[in-house]
């Protein structure tokens, strides 16, 4: 059984930064997707950005620029920098790993922006 834990999130000021790290466990495929979601009161789940085990990498628009992904294929680790961080990021963020065996889900961490 594959596991996702993730941390830190927080209150952040806008143009503020956060570092989410996202570690998995169990028995997990060489080749998959790890991502990040976020899902913002009343909003549907999004993706923010997303990395292939060979390190190909996708972002949603909303986040270019000011977001990077990253992963530790030892740790079985995804990390998510989030720069210049606005009010509209708020949102339950979370880890996603997708293999050709399975789909896990990590359970949310809260991110806000706010003055």
């Known amino acids: 059984q594959v596991q996702l834990v993730e941390s830190g999130g927080g209150l952040v000021q806008p143009g503020g930064s956060l570092r989410l790290s996202c570690a998995a466990s169990g028995i997990i495929f060489s080749i998959n997707v790890m991502a990040w979601y976020r899902q913002a009161p009343g909003k549907q789940r999004e993706l923010v950005a997303a990395?292939?085990?060979?390190?190909?990498?996708n972002y949603a628009d909303a986040v270019k620029g000011r977001f990077t992904i990253s992963r530790d294929n030892a740790k079985n680790t995804v990390y998510l920098q989030m720069n210049s961080l606005k009010p509209e990021d708020t949102a339950v963020y979370y880890c996603?790993?997708?293999?050709?065996?399975?789909?896990?889900w990590g359970q949310g961490t809260q991110v806000t922006v706010s003055s």
């Open positions: 996603n790993l997708v293999t050709v065996a399975h789909t896990t």
């Open positions: 990395i292939t085990s060979g390190g190909s990498t």
